[in-house]
């Protein structure tokens, strides 16, 4: 018996505008480390001209920028919710998303909750699961670089 898909990712068409019309993303999950890949990609996503917004509930400054215990502390209108936690941990990052009116939640690669999905719909946010906005941002925007 196969298990059926409750979610759909949207169109590349669809991603391609998301990251085009985003100007403020913040990375939940964002890691003080260098060598971790939610620093890496923050990293990635402010040479490519977006304003970050690193949400980490004990670090102070990350890449240069102020860092947020929680997205309600970020006082600038949020774009994209970019998630580097465990699955388990995504439904409440949906809730606490939608409280802050975010225009997409995106969760990283091998990241997939149907719940958070589900409430990320119920608020009118566009939900993306299981894929990396670095790749996705390379293939979709970058296509003539690869």
Not at 34 to 41: E, N
Request: aromatic content about 6%; hydrophobic content about 40%; some cysteine.
């Amino acid at each position: 018996m196969t298990k059926q898909t409750t979610w759909q990712n949207p169109s590349d068409t669809q991603l391609k505008s998301i990251l085009t019309t985003a100007k403020n993303i913040a990375v939940v999950g964002c890691s003080p480390n260098p060598d971790r890949s939610s620093h890496q990609i923050a990293s990635y996503l402010i040479q490519h001209g977006y304003q970050v917004f690193p949400v980490h509930p004990t670090a102070t400054t990350i890449l240069g920028q102020t860092v947020y215990p929680t997205l309600a502390d970020i006082p600038q209108p949020i774009d994209i919710v970019d998630v580097f936690r465990k699955p388990e941990f995504t439904p409440e990052i949906a809730k606490q998303a939608a409280a802050i009116h975010a225009k997409t939640l995106w969760l990283q690669q091998g990241i997939q909750h149907p719940e958070a999905y589900h409430i990320a719909k119920k608020h009118g946010m566009v939900c993306v699961m299981d894929l990396c906005i670095a790749v996705m941002h390379r293939l979709l925007l970058h296509k003539a670089a690869i």
